[in-house]
């Protein structure tokens, strides 16, 4: 089944720099992939949703690229604030046929930004 | 108004007790699903529902039954709780399938 490796799992930059936390697929018929935010105590919270027919999606302070061929997905903070601290979840969403979807997480990366 | 609520949001149970999960959604979602969070695990599946009165299992459902009786409400049920499922559950619900909505989730210490 689809597997879903995510890097890397602790990242520390200081403010105003970039961080960028890629996830690797295995199946390359997958069509939906997801990026969430958690803060810390907090749920997780959707940031984006990607489609397969879309590389570059701009968000507020951040650009996820989809690169189809090497089936990696990868989440770009362009100047990481403070705020932007918590763990980040890639997530690849998997057919079930009649029973519906299921997203597949990756392990999550802790991000720290540090003033 | 959040949309996907769970309670209780912390429980401390024993060992061999019975402990259940309750999710609760006003998104009018088809689609619910419960997770468990570990560090170094992130978000693993247990059991999903896509329709009231079937559920179905998840990735990791040894140890957890769940029950569906109405589109807005998902249980999570561990009849014989064990240390190993200390953890943090997450309920979500989504309308496609695809995007999922999450609940503010359950931390559960078991003694």
């Known amino acids: 089944g689809e597997q879903v490796e995510q890097r890397p799992p602790h990242l520390s930059v200081r403010e105003g720099d970039s961080a960028v936390i890629t996830c690797t697929y295995t199946?390359?018929?997958?069509?939906?992939f997801f990026w969430y935010k958690q803060e810390p105590g907090a749920s997780l919270q959707l940031l984006m949703k990607?489609?397969?027919?879309?590389e570059i999606n701009e968000g507020q302070g951040f650009t996820v690229l989809l690169n189809k061929k090497d089936t990696r997905l990868s989440l770009n903070l362009t100047a990481a604030h403070p705020g932007d601290s918590a763990a980040y979840f890639c997530?690849?969403?998997?057919?079930?046929?009649?029973?519906?979807?299921?997203?597949?997480f990756g392990i999550g990366t802790l991000l720290s930004v540090k003033p | 108004e959040a949309a996907v609520t769970q309670s209780p949001r912390s429980k401390v149970a024993v060992t061999g007790g019975k402990v259940t999960l309750s999710c609760h959604q006003t998104?009018?979602?088809?689609?619910m699903y419960w997770y468990r969070q570990d560090t170094g695990h992130g978000l693993r599946l247990i059991h999903y529902?896509?329709?009231?009165?079937?559920?179905e299992k998840g990735d990791i459902p040894d140890g957890y039954k769940a029950s569906r009786p109405s589109q807005e409400n998902f249980s999570l049920i561990l009849e014989l709780a064990s240390l190993s499922q200390t953890a943090v559950y997450f309920c979500?619900?989504?309308?496609?399938?695809?995007?999922?909505?999450f609940g503010p989730g359950t931390r559960l210490t078991v003694l």
């Open positions: 979500a619900s989504s309308g496609t399938g695809d995007e999922q909505y």
């Open positions: 199946d390359p018929n997958s069509y939906y």
């Open positions: 990607v489609f397969s027919s879309t």
């Open positions: 997530a690849v969403s998997v057919n079930y046929g009649s029973s519906g979807n299921k997203l597949i």
């Open positions: 998104n009018n979602h088809d689609y």
């Open positions: 529902s896509y329709v009231a009165d079937s559920t």
